[in-house]
């Protein structure tokens, strides 16, 4: 059976009905893709690997379209009530998404199956209405099928386009992720029920229109509720995630940085990056040692150092007097000035940034190398002190495109010393570094400490086990041009954890779990993953 919709009785002429019906499949397009955008953030933030998280948001919620234009094929003969019920429910399920996700992350240590619900109910009622306002249009004024579809295939395209620059550009940094979903959901509300109950409001009995208005404005109550409620929502979610001792906690344009602990609270200073543990007060002596240390065997006057910007690093560099100069490259500012301004990060790394051997850029690492000009002073030693290699970002930082371009700046029998994961926990990744270093026909030597782990991939959680981190150690890569022994420096400041020996059955230990036969990693293959 053919359905005919009915022409419709409008308070305004058909060319006028026709455009704010388009109007307002700009605005729910706009509405459906920042719902989409936000799953797809908040689950690279929670879970890890943005490939990942952005793959599952997209097939699932593609899926689920189909499945609400199939659906909505039921409720084309009450096309106008259908269409404003849909644009409720999805106003109240989109707008309540970011903050139902993070909850089920903060206090239940999962994410994952909310993700997939989300993104099924989100994607059913997307999909729910193409089909409705189909039948809307084509009862304003009847045209060919291939028009219609024409123009309303437009104008959700294009609101496509606003509201996936509006998220990044505007909602994400002015409003943040939960107040940017929840205002979304807001307008998503008022423009569904704005269309039907003013323009379609011939079709409605007045049970319906008082239906109407009573649901919209609670889903409305609802979310403006929740929007008055996300400062202490965040407050008790990080509290849940975190301990109860966050003493700064800032949305950087990279990423979440939170600082724990310190002061007059009893616990190590803790030092959070997108929730993965960086630094523990308690035990971080033993990495930046490991890190630093043996890279300073031979000429150390000129150093860079990528990433690193809590200044730990810096501060064992500079513990040698014959260090000339420090570059740091450092992408995000805020870890900049909370080391240089934190009075318990400041007392941690010493100072670092104070001492003016220490020139600081704010810049992403492969960018900066590769703008550098080739006249430019060669380094000593190069320390990559970068986000783990399996985190999707990261991993063009460990890529062989990458070292090349490091390679390049090293002196004559310069070192690279590479915090490359935890060869315990994930040895692929680890000895899939070591490939892609070797495969550029440098020499490395693979060494691991025991530790806390802290700086290890994206297991979430480490957060609630402060310095635990879920892992047994770091692992560590000395690379060179050159034939390499691994050794302390014969003149060196006192070690904490760092002896000759030691460090030999470091190496020892690395080599013994050697996985031959591992690719090196591209940007155009990754290798790595969470």
């Known amino acids: 059976m053919i359905y005919r919709p009915v022409p419709a009785r409008l308070p305004v002429p058909a060319g006028l009905g026709r455009l704010v019906v388009l109007t307002t499949v700009f605005v729910c397009a706009a509405c459906g893709l920042v719902y989409e955008l936000e799953l797809v953030a908040l689950a690279s933030y929670l879970i890890g690997d943005s490939v990942t998280q952005a793959s599952v948001v997209l097939s699932v919620m593609v899926f689920a379209m189909g499945i609400g234009s199939l659906l909505a094929k039921r409720l084309r003969s009450r096309a106008a009530l259908g269409f404003a019920a849909v644009e409720a429910a999805l106003a109240l399920v989109g707008g309540l998404s970011a903050m139902a996700l993070y909850a089920c992350f903060a206090w239940f240590g999962q994410a994952r199956l909310a993700l997939v619900g989300f993104s099924l109910a989100i994607g059913v009622l997307i999909g729910a209405e193409v089909p409705l306002l189909m039948t809307l249009i084509q009862r304003i004024r009847r045209q060919d099928a291939g028009g219609a579809v024409a123009d309303l295939f437009a104008a959700d395209y294009v609101g496509a386009l606003v509201g996936g620059l509006a998220f990044p550009f505007l909602l994400l940094p002015v409003l943040g992720q939960l107040t940017g979903a929840l205002l979304t959901g807001g307008v998503n509300a008022v423009a569904g029920g ?5 323009l379609f409001r011939g079709d409605l009995s007045v049970r319906a229109r008082w239906a109407l208005l009573v649901a919209n404005g609670l889903v409305l109550a609802v979310l403006a509720v929740g929007s008055a409620l996300t400062v202490p929502f965040e407050r008790a979610a990080r509290h849940a995630v975190y301990g109860g001792d966050v003493r700064v906690a800032v949305q950087s344009g990279v990423q979440e940085v939170v600082l724990t602990g310190g002061g007059r609270s009893g616990r190590p200073l803790s030092l959070f990056l997108d929730g993965r543990l960086k630094v523990c007060g308690e035990d971080e002596f033993r990495y930046h040692e490991a890190l630093v ?19 730990l690093a810096v501060r064992e560099l500079l513990r040698y007097g014959d260090v000339e100069r420090v570059t740091v ?37 492969f960018e900066w190398l590769r703008a550098l000009p080739a006249a430019a002073p060669p380094y000593d030693v190069v320390v990559s002190d970068l986000p783990d290699p399996g985190i999707t970002p990261s991993t063009k930082l460990y890529s062989q495109e990458f070292y090349g371009l490091v390679e390049r700046r090293l002196a004559p029998g310069g070192r690279l010393a590479i915090h490359a994961g935890t060869v315990d926990v994930r040895p692929q990744v680890f000895w899939t570094v070591d490939a892609t270093v070797r495969s550029l026909g440098l020499t ?54 760092l002896s000759p020996k030691g460090l030999t059955d470091a190496w020892r230990a690395a080599e013994r779990g050697r996985e031959p036969g591992m690719l090196p990693s591209t940007l155009m293959h990754p290798r790595y993953a969470d």
Request: glycine content about 12%.
């Open 194 to 198: 704005a269309l039907v109950l003013w």
């Open 329 to 365: 490259v450092e992408v995000d500012p805020t870890v900049l000035r909370l080391a240089r301004t934190d009075p318990d990060l400041v007392a941690l790394n010493r100072a670092a940034y104070r001492d003016p051997r220490v020139r600081v850029v704010t810049a992403d690492a």
């Open 293 to 311: 240390h043996p890279a300073m065997s031979g000429p150390h006057r000129r150093v860079l150092v990528l990433g690193g910007g809590d200044g």
């Open 444 to 497: 490395s030597r693979p060494y691991r400490v025991s530790g806390s782990g802290f700086t290890t991939g994206p297991d979430r959680t480490s957060r609630r086990s402060g310095a635990s981190g879920g892992g047994t150690g770091w692992s560590f890569l000395l690379v060179s041009r050159e034939s390499l022994w691994l050794r302390l420096p014969p003149v060196r400041p006192y070690l904490q954890s």
